[in-house]
């Protein structure tokens, strides 16, 4: 039985998006959404079906709850976070193994903020040293380029241009520290 169509190997016909000619058997059917749309690109505009439009297609069973749950029976109430130290120390959560500790001042509230709903036993034990800067005192035959600092006056300033033999306390090229 004779068929229909031409073969059509040697037919010219036109990309359906960006109008370039090319060989027939060339052009690809482009498909959305699982469906074949009876649309002709060229291999340049073709592009796989997109997955996130077949989103509701197919059936998704994701359940939440669990069959016939059990107790927890690993939890403890001396408190085996790691935290624990003596009863009544700085540190010992009286709560439980379950105990949430949070850091200083958390987003959204603090220990002073809600006391007696969130329990809060970290604290900071240290002491911040003393901090030494070592700061060439001015010279007016220095040449200083940006950010360069300097003590004059029992001050320190912050150039912020370059500048020879302008003075720390010319608020153009120098800033306060």
Wanted: glycine residues 10%.
């Amino acid at each position: 039985m004779p068929n229909n169509f031409a073969s059509g190997k040697y037919a010219i016909a036109e990309c359906d998006r960006c109008g370039f000619r090319y060989k027939l058997t060339e052009l690809k059917n482009l498909v959305i959404k699982t469906k074949n749309v009876s649309i002709k690109v060229c291999p340049t505009c073709w592009e796989p079906d997109q997955p996130q439009l077949s989103i509701g297609l197919y059936p998704v069973n994701d359940p939440q709850a669990v069959r016939e749950p059990r107790p927890d029976t690993s939890y403890n109430s001396s408190g085996t976070n790691g935290l624990q130290l003596t009863p009544g120390d700085v540190g010992f959560p009286s709560e439980g193994s379950r105990t949430f500790q949070w850091g200083w001042y958390p987003v959204g509230g603090a220990a002073a903020n809600d006391a007696g709903i969130t329990p809060n036993d970290l604290t900071s034990l240290g002491e911040v040293g003393t901090v030494m800067l070592n700061v060439a005192a001015w010279s007016a035959t220095t040449s200083y380029a940006q950010n360069d600092s300097v003590s004059y006056s029992g001050g320190f300033y912050l150039a912020v241009k370059a500048n020879i033999n302008h003075v720390p306390t010319d608020i153009t090229y120098w800033i306060a520290n």
